[in-house]
């Protein structure tokens, strides 16, 4: 966790402490959003998923991701705070300054001399060439977890482990959504959702989920804060839907053999 900074409500004035969350990587190392402290700290007054996140790139890799939005809440008059963060730079150079381009190649190249007589050319006989051998498979980073304290860090959990288990461009769909305890996460390929409450999810969630999986042709995976009732997993099973359940630790943990399935081979 990075130092605490000061940040000044814009409603109330008063300063409150806030320490930038480290996120993990694909890599495995930490990433930190990079604070703009010159700049105003700005109200939060409407939530959309698109303004939740934040491009960053991890210094050791390179890789660029997108992260929540670092935002505190003021604790005078409880106004949500959305904390300023440095624009991504493109790689390589400073933004603005295009990257100089690569030197032309020759329109000519010289023609090699010719061989011996009696000696072949290298490539040109000889017994093919066997296959080449496979990469080694790169073994996934251990996940690390969010702790979870409000609803939101829950979604976010769940989009990061999905994000981990390989599934790109995991994001909350647009558009005005269904009046329901569950939040819904979309990814090609995958239909998520995510239960917050303190009731275990029921029967009727889980065959919801399957059924959007069902017209989307695409996987579909649930996460509950409180686990499932015995006719939800076994439902479940049958479907053959990943059940996670996550503590407030922000690790989830497999439930049934699809979870088992999907977190050992991934997506």
């Known amino acids: 966790m990075a130092d605490a900074v000061p940040v000044r409500c814009p409603a109330c004035l008063r300063e409150n402490g806030y320490a930038a ?3 993990p990587c694909a890599c495995g190392n930490p990433v930190t959003p990079p604070l703009d402290l010159t700049s105003p700290p700005r109200e939060l007054t ?14 050791a890799c390179g890789r660029e991701s997108e992260w929540p ?8 008059c409880g106004t949500v705070v959305l904390v300023p963060v440095h624009p991504l ?10 990257l100089s381009p690569p030197p032309p190649l020759p329109s000519s190249l010289p023609s090699p001399p010719p ?3 009696g000696v072949e050319a290298p490539g040109r006989a000889g017994p093919p060439a066997g296959p080449a051998p496979a990469d080694p498979a790169v073994p996934r980073p251990d996940f690390r977890p969010v702790t979870i304290r409000t609803a939101r ?6 989009a990061l482990y999905l994000r981990w288990l390989g599934f790109q461009d995991v994001r909350q769909p647009d558009g005005r959504p269904i009046p ?3 939040v819904d996460l979309r990814a090609p390929g995958l239909v998520a959702q995510v239960d917050p409450t303190t009731a275990p999810a029921g029967l009727r969630a889980v065959e919801c989920v399957w059924l959007n999986g069902l017209t989307a042709c695409a996987t579909s ?14 439902r479940a099973d049958d479907l053959g839907i990943p059940l996670f359940v996550m503590d407030l630790t922000g690790m989830p943990q497999p439930v049934n053999d699809p979870a088992e399935d999907l977190l050992g081979m991934g997506a």
């Open 153 to 158: 860090d829950a979604v976010v959990t769940a």
């Open 180 to 182: 329901s305890a569950a």
């Open 221 to 234: 995976v649930y996460f509950s804060l409180a686990g499932y009732t015995e006719d939800a997993r076994t």
């Open 21 to 23: 969350p480290v996120f």
């Open 115 to 117: 061989f011996p007589r």
């Open 69 to 76: 939005h670092p935002e505190v809440g003021c604790t005078s």
């Open 89 to 98: 730079e493109p790689a390589g150079g400073v933004e603005g300054t295009p």
């Open 46 to 59: 409407h939530r959309t998923w698109t303004q939740s996140w934040v491009a960053v790139r991890c210094e």
